[in-house]
T-cell receptor, first 117, second 112 residues
């Protein structure tokens, strides 16, 4: 089945120790998104790629970086995790970012739960 | 600033009843609307999308859109305990380089 895969599902890191989260997709979608979601809050978009075109949200801290080496894979790098970065990190994909044909439906991976000690 | 508002709940309904979840949005030119279900500790799952005014039905779920009132709702008929989850409303503005704006979600509790 076509799907969005995230690894690892659970990640524990120490304060200030860099961490990389990965996402892969077999849907062949153009767009990949990274969201941060804290308890009882809406998913917060960090950035997204439309093909190789990177789009950073204005309020995404510089501590968060992303790479998309090919269509299938996207990585989230947290350079110096702080206690406030503990959250669920969600990867999502869509064929496009806008439209009324269903191309902008976003499909989420299972998420990575990040704990910062 | 574009906003999507939902009542945080919890909305409690007995098994078999109709659950009605509501969402309002501030960007009048929004064109695409989505409902996601999120179980505790899990990721959001797309359950309905709607693009034009009126009703759209899929099984026990009906999405209703009223662009004039900037209002979108989700009805769940014959609610089951397994429907207990948080339901997120998401809105996408029209063409251009745009992304989804999510509401904070409404928690639904269906009691046996």
């Amino acid at each position: 089945d076509a799907m969005v895969i995230q690894n690892p599902r659970y990640q524990v890191t120490q304060f200030g120790k860099p961490v990389t989260l990965s996402c892969s997709q077999t849907l062949n979608h153009n767009v990949m998104y990274w969201y941060q979601q804290k308890s009882s809050q809406a998913p917060k978009l960090l950035f997204h790629y439309y093909d190789k075109d990177f789009n950073n949200e204005a309020d995404t801290p510089d501590n968060f970086q992303s790479r998309r080496p090919n269509t299938s894979f996207c990585f989230l790098d947290i350079r110096s995790p702080g206690l406030g970065d503990a959250a669920m990190y969600l990867c999502a994909t869509s064929r496009a970012t806008s439209g009324t044909s269903g191309d902008n439906e976003q499909f989420f991976g299972p998420g990575t739960r990040l704990t910062v000690l | 600033q574009k906003e999507v508002e939902q009542n945080s709940g919890p909305l409690s309904v007995p098994e078999g009843a109709i659950a009605s979840l509501n969402c309002t949005y501030s960007d009048r030119v929004s064109q695409s609307f989505f409902w996601y279900r999120q179980y505790s500790g899990k990721s959001p799952e797309l359950i309905m999308s709607i693009y034009s005014n009126g009703d759209k039905e899929d099984g026990r779920f009906t999405a209703q859109l009223n662009k004039a009132s900037q209002y979108v709702s989700l009805l769940i008929r014959d609610s089951q305990p397994s429907d207990s989850a948080t339901y997120l409303c998401a809105v996408n503005p029209p063409s251009g380089y745009s992304t989804l704006t999510f509401g904070k979600g409404t928690m639904l509790l269906v009691s046996p």
